[in-house]
């Protein structure tokens, strides 16, 4: 029988990013905030020191700051008549575990979704007709707007120091930034990085194209800078171990770098490590959650009393421990009922590789965004008549890392192990980079995530069933990018390109992207959404659930920012409106 711990106001579960914004804002208003974390504490000093961070081995190939596909993991298949497979070794996405979670080892590329992303299914169909969307698609408005987001997206770009240039303040087009983004109310907190010379080539050539090129808006710091809390960053020293890795510089936005020295000094917040939560209580009329049960490490059950509950661990984990406590109702993709893992998406991300004789890139003088990036063909930035998809991507010239076991560019022909192999690692290595797409994913109909009937955890809880593949829209969509990609490739006049596509099925075995989202979305309408426009739960009203789970759709960048912007407007919610009148913020 679980143990009963002393209540507390509001239990997060989990303790990475989102988990650090809410307790954060929450301690602000007196609440008392209690986290459950189920993995290790980490900090700068202890864990990301430069005399041991840097080491790909340990951190990239070995995992030390990932899920453990030994304690849990995820069964996957391409479509709902195939027989899912547990992931035994984390490939295509690389969740993070412990404290801060996967935004230790993020790149730090850091975005705005575009105005049309959160209402994708009435602008599509008021510019185009509603024949433009497939009937398989899924695709609804997110009901909320970016100007209503747009306070917290500029909150977040200051807690983090995020360096860029603005292209649209006000509504007034500025120069060198994004001339496709929504109207900002204040420029960047700090100026964009300096670029190296690849990206320098990429913008070029994308310039002299008639496009439109600007630097990556970037959490990697390009100058000392003080956050709102009165913590200090300091400046990248582009060592290109960024992606994959912690940063014991604290040079790169994080938990730990931005607010965990403040939120740690408060009386009123807690952190309990090693603290796995396996169940979302309710009372009888299971309409008001109750706490949660967690198992500690040396396995025994705990019942956390608490007046709010709010799930903000990754998104998979937020779907299933919804799933596994019995909370909404499960989505159907044979009948397109319910939707507790309803539209499941993930991203796009083919390559071309330029290869020079005499151009030194330097790859090794690197940092997690660094690079120039082109936006004509992301969102509905470009018209899609004929084209046969909707949305898009940017296409990106980065030069993140030079890591020698990871970084392997090489041209087409060239064997996959011996002498010759080995000449042509030689000769590309510092003269070769990658022109890159993060393309959007439109939801659909047989993409959802589920619970497996068969495999299970150390716990004995069956473990999350992800169903996804390539769609028809993404393959077009991949198609007409790689032709833009080619046509900057080709303006950079290099000796060779090689266009390195995906598909045309989704392959879960090589590293993508870690941006997976959906599953608990959020809505205008409890009938297609999960929780609603502040991420309330429509069922259990003093549950949350915030993290990338709740987007509709995934759009064509990094989702890092929409995801801060969303939780720091849930917390603004929670605080200004339900801690007033608890109960449903939005009436059904």
Not at 390 to 419: D, N, Q
């Amino acid at each position: 029988m679980a143990k009963k711990r002393p209540h507390t106001d509001v239990v997060l579960v989990g303790f990475g990013w989102t988990g650090a914004l809410m307790a954060q804002q929450l301690t602000d208003a007196g609440l008392d905030v209690l986290a459950l974390e189920r993995g290790s504490w980490r900090d700068t000093a202890t864990d990301f020191a430069p005399t041991f961070i840097q080491d790909e081995l340990r951190y990239r190939y070995q995992g030390h700051l990932f899920e453990q596909t030994a304690q849990e993991t995820v069964t996957f298949r391409n479509a709902p008549d195939q027989t899912a497979l547990p992931m035994r070794r984390l490939g295509s996405f690389l969740p993070g575990t412990g404290v801060g979670g996967s935004i230790i080892h993020w790149n730090g590329q850091t975005w705005r979704f575009l105005p049309y992303d959160f209402e994708i299914r009435s602008r599509t169909t008021d510019r185009y007709g509603a024949q433009m969307i497939p009937e398989d698609m899924t695709l609804q408005d997110w009901g909320v707007t970016y100007d209503e987001l747009e306070p917290y997206y500029t909150l977040f770009e200051d807690l983090s120091g995020i360096s860029g240039q603005a292209g649209n303040l006000g509504g007034v087009k500025q120069p060198g930034g994004n001339p496709f983004e929504g109207p900002r109310s204040k420029p960047y907190p700090t100026p964009p990085m300096q670029q190296t010379f690849g990206p320098t080539l990429f913008g070029q050539a994308a310039q002299s194209l008639g496009l439109h090129p600007f630097p990556c808006p970037s959490a990697n710091m390009s100058q000392a800078y003080t956050n709102p809390l009165g913590v200090t960053l300091a400046p990248c020293t582009y060592c290109g171990f960024c992606e994959k890795f912690g940063c014991g510089n604290y040079s790169k936005a994080s938990a730990q770098t931005t607010i965990l020295p403040v939120l740690m000094k408060k009386k009123g917040f807690t952190v309990r490590t090693d603290s796995e939560v396996l169940l979302i209580n309710r009372d009888s009329s299971g309409t008001r959650a109750t706490g949660v049960t967690y198992v500690d490490r040396q396995g025994e059950e705990f019942e956390q009393p608490a007046d709010m509950v709010i799930v903000c661990a990754y998104i998979t984990h937020n779907v299933r421990l919804l799933l596994l406590s019995g909370i909404g109702d499960v989505y159907d993709p044979a009948t397109g009922r319910g939707t507790v893992g309803k539209n499941y998406c993930y991203q796009m991300n083919p390559s071309v590789n330029v290869f020079y004789d005499d151009r030194i890139l330097n790859p090794f003088i690197g940092a997690g965004a660094l690079g120039m990036i082109v936006d004509d063909w992301n969102g509905d930035n470009f018209d899609h008549t004929g084209l046969g998809f909707i949305h898009g991507g940017y296409i990106s010239g980065y030069v993140t890392t030079g890591r020698p076991i990871e970084t392997e560019l090489l041209p087409k022909g060239v064997p996959k192990w011996g002498a010759k192999w080995k000449q042509a690692f030689v000769r590309n290595y510092l003269t070769s980079m990658s022109i890159g797409l993060m393309g959007a994913v439109m939801p659909n109909r047989t993409n959802h995530l589920d619970l497996d009937p068969t495999y299970r955890d150390v716990h004995g809880r069956p473990l999350m069933r992800m169903t996804y593949d390539f769609k028809a829209n993404e393959l077009k969509m991949q198609d007409f990018a790689i032709g833009k990609m080619s046509e900057i490739a080709k303006a950079m006049q290099p000796r060779e390109i090689a266009a390195a596509p995906r598909g045309p099925h989704y392959d879960i075995d090589p590293y993508q992207t870690t941006h997976n989202t959906g599953g608990a979305i959020m809505g205008s309408n409890p009938s297609d959404s999960v929780v609603n426009r502040y991420l309330q739960h429509w069922q259990v009203p003093n549950l949350f659930v915030v993290g990338s789970s709740a987007f509709p759709h995934n759009s064509g960048y990094n989702p890092t920012g929409t995801v801060s912007a969303l939780a720091l407007w849930s917390a603004d919610a929670i605080k200004n409106q339900y801690l007033k009148h608890p109960g449903p913020l939005v009436q059904a």
